[in-house]
């Protein structure tokens, strides 16, 4: 399968409990996205990379979230300290960066609930 | 403020039937408008993608329509199937600060029915 993965599908931690996802995006993606989605509602930007560089965070990810793409391949997502809040699913996208639409790929997501 | 509003929040048909979703936006600058597709508990697939200079996108039986004058888009099912039955976002492009970000929508959660 040479689509976005993320692992892993579902995780389920209870409150305080650091947790961290992967993402490991289409071969030669040099951008990298995180959103989260909540049940009801549409994906929201929590941050993106080019190549090893996070370029943009959202106000969404408070200090309790940090991201990292240390060779610009893979990327992973933790999240310290957890909050019911919290619960959500978690994507992953990446892209080319080039074409006039700079389509983004997703990922099936990891679905987190915290207790 | 950018914002992508879809209409109706969900919507139940018969299978082999017709159905329309709409999207407003009030997003500018605007570069282009989405539709994706995503089943339960899976990521979202890209169904169009069509630039401000394009009216109409088809892929398959589904068919959008972009009005950038009005910032209204539509999406056309055709001859719908079971496995139509999914959520329809629709996803805006658009540039703010110094970069593009895409606004989506909070979806229209169709079922269709045998």
């Known amino acids: 399968d040479t689509g976005v993965s993320q692992n892993p599908r579902h995780k389920i931690t209870k409150r305080g409990q650091n947790v961290t996802f992967r993402c490991d995006p289409i071969s030669e993606h040099n951008r990298l996205y995180w959103y989260r989605q909540t049940l009801g509602q549409g994906p929201e930007f929590l941050t993106y990379f080019q190549n090893e560089a996070q370029l943009e965070k959202s106000r969404l990810l408070s200090d309790r979230f940090s991201a990292e793409r240390p060779k610009g391949s893979f990327s992973t997502l933790e999240i310290q300290r957890t909050e019911q809040g919290d619960s959500a699913m978690y994507l992953c996208?990446?892209?080319?960066?080039?074409?006039?639409?700079?389509?983004?790929?997703f990922g099936p997501g990891t679905r987190l609930t915290v207790l | 403020k950018n914002q992508v509003e879809q209409s109706p929040q969900s919507l139940i048909i018969l299978e082999g039937k017709n159905c329309t979703l709409q999207c407003n936006y009030t997003v500018s600058p605007f570069s282009n408008l989405r539709w994706y597709k995503q089943d339960t508990g899976r990521g979202p697939v890209s169904l169009t993608i069509m630039t401000f200079s394009e009216n109409t996108k088809s892929n398959g039986r589904y068919t959008a329509t972009l009005d950038a004058d009005t910032k209204q888009s539509s999406l056309h099912i055709t001859a719908s199937q079971l496995s139509d039955s999914a959520s329809y976002i629709c996803v805006v492009s658009g540039r703010m600060d110094s970069s593009y970000k895409l606004i989506f929508g909070s979806g229209t959660r169709l079922l269709v029915r045998p």
């Open positions: 996208a990446s892209s080319s960066g080039t074409g006039i639409y700079n389509e983004q790929f």
